[in-house]
């Protein structure tokens, strides 16, 4: 996972790095480091909260679940990425104040 270069001293935890979440639409503490390799964890590192990032690790439990893949699988990376994507970026990702979604039949 490493990549040669280490981001942990840049912005150690509690620094009060702040960024405006894409999910929960406003300003919250940041993750300590990209969480995952690549522009992706980068968007994800300047874009989502440490709060939304927690999230999404309940809902990768589920996807990991119901798919019966392993996060080290170059194919349980795929299922996880697109799903990430998704669930950060998508044009519905954001959930609205007070948003609440319909109930589908």
């Known amino acids: 996972m490493s990549s040669g270069h280490d981001h942990s001293h840049d912005h ?9 979440c894409v999910k929960l639409q406003k300003e919250l503490p940041g993750l300590a480091a990209p969480p ?14 440490a709060q939304a990032w927690k999230l ?21 990376q795929e299922v996880i990425l697109k799903h990430m994507e998704e669930f950060f970026f ?12 319909p109930q589908s039949k």
């Open 12 to 20: 150690a935890p509690g620094s009060g790095r702040t960024v405006f």
């Open 56 to 76: 999404w690790e309940e809902r990768q439990k589920m996807i990991l679940n119901e798919y019966r893949v392993m996060p080290w699988q170059k194919e349980g």
């Open 36 to 49: 995952w390799p690549g522009p992706i964890g980068e968007r994800i590192y300047n874009e989502v909260s």
């Open 90 to 101: 998508s044009e519905n990702a954001a959930l609205p104040p007070g948003y609440v979604p």
